[in-house]
Protein backbone atom coordinates (compact mmCIF):
# COMPACT_ATOMS: atom_id res chain seq x y z
CA UNK A 1 0.00 0.00 0.00
CA UNK A 2 1.16 3.76 -0.62
CA UNK A 3 2.24 5.60 2.47
CA UNK A 4 1.16 9.21 2.77
CA UNK A 5 2.45 11.50 5.12
CA UNK A 6 1.04 13.84 6.35
CA UNK A 7 3.34 17.28 7.71
CA UNK A 8 3.66 20.81 8.43
CA UNK A 9 5.43 22.78 11.46
CA UNK A 10 3.67 22.27 15.43
CA UNK A 11 -0.04 22.42 15.94
CA UNK A 12 -1.51 23.22 12.18
CA UNK A 13 -4.09 20.03 12.94
CA UNK A 14 -1.91 17.11 11.92
CA UNK A 15 -3.24 15.08 14.14
CA UNK A 16 -6.47 15.97 14.00
CA UNK A 17 -6.84 15.33 9.94
CA UNK A 18 -5.10 12.09 10.70
CA UNK A 19 -8.42 11.06 12.60
CA UNK A 20 -10.80 12.80 10.62
CA UNK A 21 -9.47 10.47 7.35
CA UNK A 22 -9.24 7.21 9.13
CA UNK A 23 -12.50 8.48 10.87
CA UNK A 24 -11.76 7.59 14.46
CA UNK A 25 -9.20 8.94 17.34
CA UNK A 26 -6.12 7.28 16.38
CA UNK A 27 -4.04 10.12 17.18
CA UNK A 28 -3.80 12.07 20.38
CA UNK A 29 -5.21 16.01 19.57
CA UNK A 30 -4.03 18.51 22.06
CA UNK A 31 -3.77 22.29 21.79
CA UNK A 32 0.20 21.71 23.13
CA UNK A 33 2.61 21.76 20.56
CA UNK A 34 4.45 18.57 19.99
CA UNK A 35 2.05 16.08 21.14
CA UNK A 36 2.40 14.08 18.49
CA UNK A 37 6.66 12.92 18.66
CA UNK A 38 6.95 9.64 16.86
CA UNK A 39 5.30 8.51 13.09
CA UNK A 40 2.25 7.12 13.76
CA UNK A 41 1.18 4.92 11.40
CA UNK A 42 -2.32 3.76 10.38
CA UNK A 43 -4.51 1.20 7.59
CA UNK A 44 -6.97 3.96 5.40
CA UNK A 45 -9.31 2.74 2.93
CA UNK A 46 -10.90 5.87 0.77
CA UNK A 47 -13.56 4.76 -2.34
CA UNK A 48 -12.40 0.76 -1.56
CA UNK A 49 -8.48 1.88 -2.61
CA UNK A 50 -6.28 1.39 0.51
CA UNK A 51 -3.34 3.45 1.49
CA UNK A 52 -1.31 4.10 5.07
CA UNK A 53 -1.37 6.96 6.74
CA UNK A 54 1.16 8.59 8.69
CA UNK A 55 1.15 11.30 10.90
CA UNK A 56 4.25 12.76 12.00
CA UNK A 57 5.65 15.35 14.56
CA UNK A 58 5.90 19.23 13.93
CA UNK A 59 8.86 20.06 11.66
CA UNK A 60 10.73 23.01 13.46
CA UNK A 61 13.78 23.14 11.65
CA UNK A 62 15.24 25.90 13.51
CA UNK A 63 14.96 24.51 16.63
CA UNK A 64 17.84 23.10 18.64
CA UNK A 65 15.88 21.74 21.85
CA UNK A 66 16.47 18.04 22.72
CA UNK A 67 13.34 16.79 22.06
CA UNK A 68 11.70 18.65 19.70
CA UNK A 69 15.09 17.64 17.64
CA UNK A 70 14.02 14.05 17.43
CA UNK A 71 10.59 15.34 16.79
CA UNK A 72 12.14 16.99 13.56
CA UNK A 73 14.17 13.88 12.84
CA UNK A 74 10.79 11.72 12.83
CA UNK A 75 9.59 13.78 10.69
CA UNK A 76 12.06 14.29 8.08
CA UNK A 77 12.33 9.95 8.29
CA UNK A 78 8.61 10.40 7.54
CA UNK A 79 9.09 12.11 4.27
CA UNK A 80 11.92 10.24 2.96
CA UNK A 81 10.07 6.77 3.13
CA UNK A 82 6.75 8.80 2.32
CA UNK A 83 5.50 7.62 -1.48
CA UNK A 84 2.78 11.00 -0.53
CA UNK A 85 3.23 13.81 1.10
CA UNK A 86 0.32 16.35 2.67
CA UNK A 87 1.74 19.55 3.49
CA UNK A 88 -0.64 21.08 6.18
CA UNK A 89 -0.92 24.93 6.68
CA UNK A 90 -2.89 26.77 9.40
CA UNK A 91 -5.39 29.18 7.77
CA UNK A 92 -5.55 31.13 10.71
CA UNK A 93 -2.35 31.68 11.53
CA UNK A 94 -1.33 32.44 8.29
CA UNK A 95 1.90 31.74 6.02
CA UNK A 96 5.00 31.83 8.58
CA UNK A 97 8.86 31.65 8.58
CA UNK A 98 8.86 27.91 9.89
CA UNK A 99 6.08 27.10 7.11
CA UNK A 100 9.21 28.58 4.18
CA UNK A 101 11.38 26.70 5.76
CA UNK A 102 9.62 23.31 5.88
CA UNK A 103 9.18 24.47 1.80
CA UNK A 104 12.44 24.37 1.59
CA UNK A 105 13.19 21.00 2.90
CA UNK A 106 10.84 19.99 0.07
CA UNK A 107 12.28 21.80 -2.50
CA UNK A 108 14.15 18.87 -3.63
CA UNK A 109 11.63 16.47 -3.18
CA UNK A 110 10.08 14.63 -6.55
CA UNK A 111 7.03 12.71 -4.87
CA UNK A 112 3.91 14.15 -5.51
CA UNK A 113 2.82 16.84 -2.84
CA UNK A 114 -0.48 18.44 -1.46
CA UNK A 115 -1.16 21.49 -0.16
CA UNK A 116 -3.74 21.23 2.51
CA UNK A 117 -4.68 24.90 4.31
CA UNK A 118 -6.27 23.98 7.40
CA UNK A 119 -9.30 25.90 9.72
CA UNK A 120 -10.83 27.04 7.13
CA UNK A 121 -14.05 26.47 8.20
CA UNK A 122 -16.36 29.02 7.36
CA UNK A 123 -16.99 31.41 3.97
CA UNK A 124 -15.33 34.30 5.55
CA UNK A 125 -11.73 32.31 5.96
CA UNK A 126 -11.72 31.57 2.24
CA UNK A 127 -9.68 34.65 1.60
CA UNK A 128 -7.02 33.68 3.97
CA UNK A 129 -5.58 30.75 1.67
CA UNK A 130 -4.73 33.38 -0.78
CA UNK A 131 -1.69 34.22 0.84
CA UNK A 132 -0.57 30.15 0.67
CA UNK A 133 -0.04 30.73 -3.10
CA UNK A 134 3.46 32.26 -2.03
CA UNK A 135 4.59 28.80 -1.61
CA UNK A 136 4.26 27.84 -5.61
CA UNK A 137 2.07 25.34 -5.33
CA UNK A 138 -0.48 24.75 -8.71
CA UNK A 139 -3.21 23.94 -6.48
CA UNK A 140 -4.69 24.72 -3.16
CA UNK A 141 -7.06 22.43 -0.68
CA UNK A 142 -8.47 24.16 1.66
CA UNK A 143 -10.53 22.31 4.37
CA UNK A 144 -11.66 21.81 8.31
CA UNK A 145 -9.89 18.82 9.74
CA UNK A 146 -11.73 19.61 13.10
CA UNK A 147 -15.41 19.50 10.94
CA UNK A 148 -14.67 17.42 7.76
CA UNK A 149 -14.85 20.18 5.79
CA UNK A 150 -13.17 19.61 2.55
CA UNK A 151 -11.44 16.65 3.14
CA UNK A 152 -13.15 14.49 0.98
CA UNK A 153 -11.98 16.69 -1.59
CA UNK A 154 -8.57 16.48 -1.02
CA UNK A 155 -9.09 12.56 -0.89
CA UNK A 156 -10.40 12.76 -4.48
CA UNK A 157 -7.28 14.56 -5.35
CA UNK A 158 -4.99 11.37 -3.94
CA UNK A 159 -7.35 8.45 -5.32
CA UNK A 160 -5.96 8.80 -8.64
CA UNK A 161 -2.08 7.90 -6.93
CA UNK A 162 -3.69 4.68 -4.80
CA UNK A 163 -3.33 1.53 -6.89
CA UNK A 164 -6.82 -0.75 -6.12
CA UNK A 165 -5.96 -2.68 -2.92
CA UNK A 166 -5.16 -6.70 -3.53
CA UNK A 167 -4.17 -7.57 -0.14
CA UNK A 168 -7.43 -7.25 1.42
CA UNK A 169 -7.15 -8.38 4.92
CA UNK A 170 -3.56 -9.71 5.03
CA UNK A 171 -2.05 -7.41 8.18
CA UNK A 172 -4.95 -8.47 9.74
CA UNK A 173 -3.58 -11.84 10.10
CA UNK A 174 -0.36 -11.51 10.50
CA UNK A 175 0.76 -12.12 14.43
CA UNK A 176 0.43 -8.72 16.28
CA UNK A 177 3.02 -7.95 18.77
CA UNK A 178 2.57 -5.12 21.88
CA UNK A 179 5.96 -4.16 23.29
CA UNK A 180 4.68 -3.28 27.07
CA UNK A 181 6.42 -2.09 30.34
CA UNK A 182 6.85 0.67 32.46
CA UNK A 183 8.15 3.72 31.43
CA UNK A 184 11.96 4.49 30.47
CA UNK A 185 12.51 0.08 30.44
CA UNK A 186 14.01 0.41 26.20
CA UNK A 187 10.57 -0.41 24.83
CA UNK A 188 11.44 1.84 21.97
CA UNK A 189 14.62 1.16 22.12
CA UNK A 190 13.87 -2.46 21.31
CA UNK A 191 11.33 -1.37 18.26
CA UNK A 192 14.39 0.43 16.50
CA UNK A 193 16.76 -2.46 17.00
CA UNK A 194 14.06 -4.87 15.84
CA UNK A 195 13.28 -2.26 12.60
CA UNK A 196 17.35 -1.71 12.21
CA UNK A 197 16.36 1.54 11.90
CA UNK A 198 15.26 5.17 14.18
CA UNK A 199 11.60 4.13 14.06
CA UNK A 200 10.15 5.59 17.13
CA UNK A 201 11.96 8.27 19.36
CA UNK A 202 13.91 7.24 21.68
CA UNK A 203 14.89 9.39 25.23
CA UNK A 204 15.63 8.93 28.59
CA UNK A 205 13.02 11.41 29.58
CA UNK A 206 10.19 8.48 30.79
CA UNK A 207 7.06 9.00 29.00
CA UNK A 208 8.39 9.86 25.48
CA UNK A 209 6.02 7.81 23.60
CA UNK A 210 2.47 8.44 23.76
CA UNK A 211 0.76 6.99 20.56
CA UNK A 212 1.01 3.36 20.55
CA UNK A 213 2.82 3.34 16.83
CA UNK A 214 2.91 0.09 14.85
CA UNK A 215 5.29 -0.86 12.68
CA UNK A 216 5.79 -4.01 10.15
CA UNK A 217 8.38 -6.37 10.91
CA UNK A 218 10.23 -9.16 8.64
CA UNK A 219 12.41 -11.35 10.03
CA UNK A 220 13.75 -14.50 8.52
CA UNK A 221 10.80 -14.31 5.91
CA UNK A 222 8.02 -14.25 8.32
CA UNK A 223 6.01 -10.79 8.96
CA UNK A 224 4.77 -9.72 12.28
CA UNK A 225 3.26 -6.07 13.32
CA UNK A 226 5.05 -4.69 16.40
CA UNK A 227 3.52 -2.03 18.58
CA UNK A 228 5.08 0.57 20.80
CA UNK A 229 2.97 1.56 23.70
CA UNK A 230 3.37 4.60 26.35
CA UNK A 231 4.59 3.44 29.60
CA UNK A 232 2.02 2.68 32.04
CA UNK A 233 2.66 4.51 35.54
CA UNK A 234 0.67 3.85 38.49
CA UNK A 235 -2.57 4.89 38.76
CA UNK A 236 -2.16 7.69 41.18
CA UNK A 237 1.05 9.09 39.57
CA UNK A 238 -0.62 9.13 35.84
CA UNK A 239 -1.36 12.90 34.80
CA UNK A 240 -4.78 13.95 33.63
CA UNK A 241 -5.08 15.02 29.75
CA UNK A 242 -2.21 13.35 27.35
CA UNK A 243 -0.60 10.79 29.99
CA UNK A 244 -3.99 9.34 30.88
CA UNK A 245 -5.11 8.62 26.84
CA UNK A 246 -1.83 7.71 26.54
CA UNK A 247 -2.25 4.80 28.75
CA UNK A 248 -5.41 4.12 28.00
CA UNK A 249 -4.55 3.29 24.23
CA UNK A 250 -1.40 1.19 26.00
CA UNK A 251 -3.90 -0.96 27.48
CA UNK A 252 -6.02 -1.31 24.44
CA UNK A 253 -3.33 -1.94 22.44
CA UNK A 254 -2.23 -5.25 24.68
CA UNK A 255 -6.43 -6.13 24.12
CA UNK A 256 -5.49 -6.20 19.99
CA UNK A 257 -2.40 -7.40 20.43
CA UNK A 258 -1.51 -11.60 20.26
CA UNK A 259 1.50 -11.39 22.19
CA UNK A 260 2.89 -9.05 24.56
CA UNK A 261 6.18 -8.58 25.52
CA UNK A 262 6.60 -6.97 29.13
CA UNK A 263 9.90 -5.57 29.21
CA UNK A 264 11.20 -5.64 33.05
CA UNK A 265 14.53 -3.24 33.93
CA UNK A 266 17.44 -5.47 34.98
CA UNK A 267 19.04 -2.72 37.27
CA UNK A 268 16.06 -1.21 39.18
CA UNK A 269 13.97 -5.02 39.14
CA UNK A 270 10.90 -6.22 39.76
CA UNK A 271 8.08 -3.41 41.23
CA UNK A 272 4.69 -3.24 41.94
CA UNK A 273 3.52 -1.53 38.88
CA UNK A 274 5.38 -4.62 36.92
CA UNK A 275 3.08 -6.80 38.59
CA UNK A 276 0.12 -4.71 37.73
CA UNK A 277 0.86 -4.72 33.77
CA UNK A 278 1.29 -8.29 33.71
CA UNK A 279 -2.19 -8.46 35.35
CA UNK A 280 -3.80 -6.71 32.31
CA UNK A 281 -2.09 -8.88 29.69
CA UNK A 282 -3.61 -12.17 32.04
CA UNK A 283 -7.31 -10.18 32.56
CA UNK A 284 -6.95 -9.41 28.72
CA UNK A 285 -5.74 -13.27 27.92
CA UNK A 286 -3.07 -12.46 25.89
CA UNK A 287 -0.16 -14.06 25.26
CA UNK A 288 3.20 -13.13 26.99
CA UNK A 289 7.07 -13.13 26.88
CA UNK A 290 9.04 -11.55 29.52
CA UNK A 291 12.23 -9.80 28.61
CA UNK A 292 14.58 -8.37 31.52
CA UNK A 293 16.35 -5.36 29.86
CA UNK A 294 19.16 -3.75 30.61
CA UNK A 295 20.99 -7.17 32.04
CA UNK A 296 24.55 -6.23 29.70
CA UNK A 297 24.81 -3.68 33.20
CA UNK A 298 24.44 -6.75 35.82
CA UNK A 299 25.84 -10.02 33.79
CA UNK A 300 28.99 -9.48 36.00
CA UNK A 301 27.05 -10.04 39.34
CA UNK A 302 26.46 -14.14 39.93
CA UNK A 303 23.68 -13.56 42.29
CA UNK A 304 21.66 -11.34 40.18
CA UNK A 305 19.55 -13.85 38.42
CA UNK A 306 19.09 -15.72 41.37
CA UNK A 307 17.94 -12.52 42.55
CA UNK A 308 15.55 -11.75 39.47
CA UNK A 309 14.13 -15.58 39.97
CA UNK A 310 13.37 -15.42 43.45
CA UNK A 311 11.69 -11.82 42.35
CA UNK A 312 9.59 -13.71 39.60
CA UNK A 313 8.24 -16.73 41.86
CA UNK A 314 6.93 -13.92 44.47
CA UNK A 315 5.72 -11.57 42.15
CA UNK A 316 3.88 -13.40 39.05
CA UNK A 317 2.41 -16.99 40.49
CA UNK A 318 -0.22 -16.58 37.92
CA UNK A 319 2.57 -15.89 35.09
CA UNK A 320 4.42 -19.19 35.08
CA UNK A 321 3.63 -20.14 31.94
CA UNK A 322 5.65 -17.11 30.68
CA UNK A 323 9.02 -17.66 29.48
CA UNK A 324 11.63 -15.56 30.49
CA UNK A 325 15.07 -14.40 28.84
CA UNK A 326 17.76 -11.93 29.56
CA UNK A 327 19.55 -9.47 27.16
CA UNK A 328 19.87 -6.32 26.56
CA UNK A 329 17.63 -4.35 23.81
CA UNK A 330 20.05 -3.05 21.52
CA UNK A 331 21.95 -6.06 21.70
CA UNK A 332 21.82 -8.43 18.42
CA UNK A 333 21.72 -11.45 20.78
CA UNK A 334 18.83 -10.34 22.27
CA UNK A 335 17.00 -10.49 18.95
CA UNK A 336 18.22 -13.77 18.58
CA UNK A 337 16.32 -14.90 21.78
CA UNK A 338 13.02 -12.75 20.80
CA UNK A 339 11.50 -13.61 17.79
CA UNK A 340 12.25 -17.63 18.74
CA UNK A 341 10.21 -16.48 21.71
CA UNK A 342 7.70 -14.71 20.29
CA UNK A 343 6.89 -17.90 17.44
CA UNK A 344 6.58 -20.08 20.05
CA UNK A 345 3.82 -18.22 22.36
CA UNK A 346 2.38 -16.94 19.37
CA UNK A 347 1.68 -20.81 18.26
CA UNK A 348 0.45 -21.38 21.47
CA UNK A 349 -1.81 -19.00 21.54
CA UNK A 350 -3.45 -20.12 18.33
CA UNK A 351 -3.07 -23.92 18.47
CA UNK A 352 -5.77 -26.00 18.61
CA UNK A 353 -5.90 -30.07 20.00
CA UNK A 354 -8.64 -32.04 17.92
CA UNK A 355 -11.67 -33.31 19.85
CA UNK A 356 -10.14 -37.27 19.49
CA UNK A 357 -6.84 -36.68 21.59
CA UNK A 358 -8.49 -34.22 24.09
CA UNK A 359 -10.41 -37.34 25.22
CA UNK A 360 -8.00 -40.22 24.79
CA UNK A 361 -6.11 -38.05 27.19
CA UNK A 362 -8.57 -37.11 29.40
CA UNK A 363 -9.90 -41.10 29.61
CA UNK A 364 -6.31 -41.82 30.53
CA UNK A 365 -6.29 -39.21 33.01
CA UNK A 366 -9.37 -39.88 35.20
CA UNK A 367 -7.81 -44.01 35.61
CA UNK A 368 -5.33 -42.10 38.23
CA UNK A 369 -7.18 -38.61 39.10
CA UNK A 370 -10.92 -39.37 38.99
CA UNK A 371 -13.29 -36.10 39.36
CA UNK A 372 -13.61 -34.79 42.65
CA UNK A 373 -15.85 -36.53 44.63
CA UNK A 374 -19.83 -35.96 45.29
CA UNK A 375 -21.54 -36.31 48.81
CA UNK A 376 -19.18 -38.44 49.91
CA UNK A 377 -19.44 -40.96 46.72
CA UNK A 378 -16.93 -41.68 43.95
CA UNK A 379 -18.45 -39.62 40.68
CA UNK A 380 -20.37 -41.89 38.21
CA UNK A 381 -19.58 -39.91 35.37
CA UNK A 382 -16.32 -40.39 34.75
CA UNK A 383 -16.55 -42.58 31.50
CA UNK A 384 -18.97 -40.33 30.36
CA UNK A 385 -16.72 -36.72 31.03
CA UNK A 386 -16.28 -35.10 27.68
CA UNK A 387 -13.94 -32.63 26.66
CA UNK A 388 -13.06 -30.29 23.73
CA UNK A 389 -11.66 -26.73 22.96
CA UNK A 390 -13.86 -24.04 21.96
CA UNK A 391 -11.83 -21.42 21.43
CA UNK A 392 -8.60 -20.33 20.30
CA UNK A 393 -6.79 -16.83 20.94
CA UNK A 394 -5.86 -18.22 24.01
CA UNK A 395 -7.23 -21.49 23.51
CA UNK A 396 -10.18 -22.35 25.85
CA UNK A 397 -11.59 -25.61 26.47
CA UNK A 398 -14.83 -27.10 27.91
CA UNK A 399 -15.06 -30.20 30.31
CA UNK A 400 -18.59 -31.67 30.28
CA UNK A 401 -19.44 -33.62 33.00
CA UNK A 402 -22.95 -34.52 35.21
CA UNK A 403 -22.28 -31.93 37.72
CA UNK A 404 -20.16 -29.14 36.78
CA UNK A 405 -20.36 -27.33 40.09
CA UNK A 406 -18.64 -30.30 41.85
CA UNK A 407 -15.35 -29.37 39.54
CA UNK A 408 -13.33 -27.42 41.93
CA UNK A 409 -10.33 -24.78 40.98
CA UNK A 410 -8.17 -26.91 42.20
CA UNK A 411 -9.04 -29.53 40.26
CA UNK A 412 -8.96 -27.37 36.98
CA UNK A 413 -5.66 -25.96 38.05
CA UNK A 414 -4.46 -29.66 37.80
CA UNK A 415 -6.02 -30.08 34.74
CA UNK A 416 -4.51 -27.32 33.24
CA UNK A 417 -1.24 -28.12 34.09
CA UNK A 418 -1.25 -31.83 32.61
CA UNK A 419 -2.88 -30.16 29.23
CA UNK A 420 0.57 -27.69 29.44
CA UNK A 421 2.47 -31.05 30.14
CA UNK A 422 1.26 -33.56 27.24
CA UNK A 423 0.61 -29.94 24.56
CA UNK A 424 2.82 -27.58 25.83
CA UNK A 425 1.20 -24.11 25.56
CA UNK A 426 4.18 -22.13 26.50
CA UNK A 427 3.52 -18.55 26.59
CA UNK A 428 0.15 -18.34 26.59
CA UNK A 429 -2.77 -18.56 29.11
CA UNK A 430 -5.71 -21.35 28.72
CA UNK A 431 -9.08 -21.55 30.25
CA UNK A 432 -11.36 -24.21 31.19
CA UNK A 433 -14.81 -24.29 31.34
CA UNK A 434 -16.63 -26.73 33.34
CA UNK A 435 -20.48 -27.69 31.80
CA UNK A 436 -23.41 -30.21 32.48
CA UNK A 437 -23.57 -32.32 29.97
Known amino acids: MPLVAIIGRPNVGKSTLFNKILGVKTAIVDDVPGVTRDRNYADAVYRERKFRLVDTGGLDLSTSDGMLSL ?18 LDGRSGLTPPDHEVMRLLRGVTKPIFYAVNKIDTPKADPLVADFYQLGADELYPLSAEHGIGVAELLDALYPLLPPADQAGELAQLPRIAIV ?15 GEERVVVSDVPGTTRDPIDSLVTHNGKRYVFTDTAGIRRRGRIDRGIEGYSVMRSLRAIGRSDVAVLLLDGVEGVTE ?11 QGRACALLVNKWDLRAGDAEARKEYEREFNR ?4 LTWAPVFYGAAAKPDSL ?3 FPQIDEAYGSFTKRVPTG ?6 QELLITHPLPVRKGKPSKVTKSAFMTQVATKPPVFALFVGHPQDITPSYLKFLES ?20
Do not use: C, H, W
Not at 357 to 362: E, P, S, T
Not at 418 to 437: D, N, Q, V, W
Open 181 to 195: GRPNVGKSTLINAVM
Open 336 to 338: RQL
Open 71 to 88: IRRQSELAIAEADILIFL
Open 357 to 362: QLNQFL
Open 273 to 283: QDTKIAGAILK
Open 418 to 437: RLRETYGFSGTPIRILARKK
Open 315 to 318: RFPF
